[in-house]
């Protein structure tokens, strides 16, 4: 039904589904091969134009032909000895008995066994090879050994190898924290082979806080110095020589002296406050009595505007100043506007009594 030959198919989906499966860990006692994935890597071989099928009449054949091809290549798995049925679902499932093909020592006959594995027709000798090669099978390949206790076995391998890994860390550590610190946490480091894991990982814990407080008193320490500009140490630059207890006191020191600057600074910006505060109040007050006094004086332009008006129309004075021109000017010329006009006024008023 192919046209591309049958043993290309072959080697290409052993590759896939057998070759080297033993590595893999499963849930099962064995390695399980799944059919329908099988005929998923055929169906995709055939999208990729990696073969095609024959002509019948001039036409496809159409038939499940990916289906058929892999029935019978794991047929062939069967009957060879690679992979064996399991359980009630054993149209699909199978297991894997062995993940590789022995090579047959004489050429001649692996170029029989070749020629049986990719055809149907094959004359009497090869035929006679081909049954003593999977009657031998058994005895040319070593069975897939892949259980439970296997990976059991494994897992438990890698955890003590991980358990000792993790003591040799909290060993190593502890050291190097003691050491850079000079804290005591052992006086004989042969001791911390003897502890037990559990309460080896409490100390390293306890250690890293201390290791960790010891850092941050150093950064702290610097931070202050630099915020203050006090000379809190004197040679900054050796914080990481001091031991612990002695950085413990220094800290404290350092922090004492910190809090009074912190305090200093408030004081400070309290009375910055007030002094600002003090200074708005005083603007705002200037500012509402410019306000009212222009508004005074506003209003007292009104009346001596009005005034003129009222004298300007009774005697019918007239002035290069207009009315709207004062309302532009000042007080003070208005005022002087005023004066005028009350001298004009009386002048025309004795006038009229002749």
């Known amino acids: ?31 399980p091969l799944w059919a329908p994935k099988c005929l998923k890597e055929i169906t995709k071989l055939k999208k990729m134009g990696c073969y095609k099928e024959k002509e019948q009449n001039g036409n496809e054949i ?25 359980g009630r679902r054993d ?17 001649k006959e692996s170029l029989f066994v070749e020629w049986g594995f990719g055809s149907s027709n094959y004359p009497k000798e090869v035929r006679e090879a081909i049954d003593e090669y999977r009657k031998n099978f058994k005895l040319l390949h070593k069975p897939i050994k892949h259980t439970h206790a296997r990976i059991e076995e494994n897992r438990k391998k890698d955890m003590d ?28 480091f042969k001791v911390l082979e003897e502890i037990d894991l559990k309460e080896l990982k409490e100390m390293h814990d306890q250690a890293e806080r201390k290791y960790d407080n010891w850092l941050s008193m ?30 413990v006191g220094l800290y404290e020191v350092c922090e004492s002296t910190y809090y009074w600057w912190e305090e200093e600074k408030r004081k400070e910006a ?36 009005s005034r003129i008006k009222q004298m300007r129309s009774e005697k019918d004075l007239t002035y290069s100043v207009g009315v709207n021109d004062l309302y532009k000017s000042d007080l ?5 506007i005023y004066q005028e006009t009350i001298g004009d006024y009386e002048y025309h008023k004795q006038l009229s009594l002749f």
């Open 332 to 336: 003070s010329t208005v005022r002087r």
């Open 270 to 305: 309290k009375e910055e406050q007030r002094i600002k505060r003090e200074e708005e109040k005083r603007l705002e007050q200037e500012k509402k009595k410019k306000a009212i006094e222009k508004e005074k004086m506003e209003k007292t332009k009104e009346k001596l505007i």
């Open 218 to 247: 150093q950064n702290e320490i610097v931070r202050m110095q630099n915020e203050t500009n006090i000379v809190l140490v004197e040679d900054i630059n050796r914080l990481d020589q001091i031991s612990y207890s002695d950085l």
């Open 91 to 107: 149209r699909f499932f199978h297991k894997i008995v062995c993940d590789y093909l022995p090579a047959h020592e004489d050429k």
């Open 62 to 86: 159409k038939v499940k032909t990916d289906k058929l091809v892999v029935d019978e290549i794991l047929d062939l798995w069967r009957t060879v000895g690679l992979i064996e049925k399991v």
């Open 1 to 31: 039904m192919l046209k591309t030959p049958g043993i290309f198919i072959q080697l290409w989906l052993y590759d896939k589904m057998i070759y080297q499966k033993s590595k893999f860990k499963t849930k099962y006692d064995f390695v």
């Open 161 to 188: 190898k991980f358990f000792v890994q993790q003591r040799n860390k909290f060993r190593r550590n502890i050291i190097e924290i003691q050491n850079k610190t000079q804290m005591n946490f052992v006086e004989d």
